[in-house]
């Protein structure tokens, strides 16, 4: 299962080695993913020096090509645009069939999924695609990649506890 934390019998207390990472979900912009370096062939990539496993975008739905076994979307965020892929299930409930039809060209989505790369080409293998509704939601993703930036390169926010009250 997607997500599901891999127990390392090697690690000496039986915990998984780096389960935590392996569960993190970074919000990233398309550039950035288009940027990664390889860290293990075709299919490993890092950001900031930390490894991606499921990432998150916003962004605008381009163009929609629905296939036999996956759908294809090409999705801009205003810093680059880059392929969506989604594997379909052979049995498609009603509500997933609704859910897909959500999903055309003009609408505004967040992805969460995986980078990998083919014939050197980055794209996204979706798990999760959802409108987004609230526009909000696009700013705070912008945020939130900049925030986590800056926590990766630059470490965590310092404490205010030590720091003067304002005004003295």
Excluded at 80 to 96: E, G, R
Excluded at 126 to 154: D, G
Aim: glycine fraction near 8%; proline fraction near 4%.
């Amino acid at each position: 299962e997607a997500g599901a934390m891999q127990v390392d019998s090697s690690a000496p207390d039986g915990k998984a080695k780096g389960g935590k990472d392996r569960q993190s979900l970074i919000p990233c912009t398309i550039k950035q993913l288009k940027n990664t370096l390889s860290t293990n062939g075709e299919q490993a990539f890092s950001v900031d020096g930390r490894d991606l496993y499921q990432v998150t975008v916003v962004g605008l739905i381009m163009s929609a090509d629905e296939q036999a076994t996956n759908l294809q979307y090409m999705l801009d965020d205003g810093t680059d645009t880059i392929l969506i892929k989604m594997w379909l299930d052979s049995d498609v409930s009603d509500a997933d069939a609704e859910r897909r039809a959500q999903w055309k060209e003009g609408t505004v989505v967040r992805v969460i999924g995986q980078l990998r790369s083919f014939n050197n080409t980055k794209n996204i293998v979706a798990f999760s695609i959802l409108p987004v509704t609230n526009y909000n939601e696009y700013t705070f993703h912008f945020l939130e990649v900049m925030r986590t930036h800056l926590r990766h390169t630059k470490g965590p926010v310092p404490s205010a506890a030590g720091a003067a009250p304002l005004g003295v």
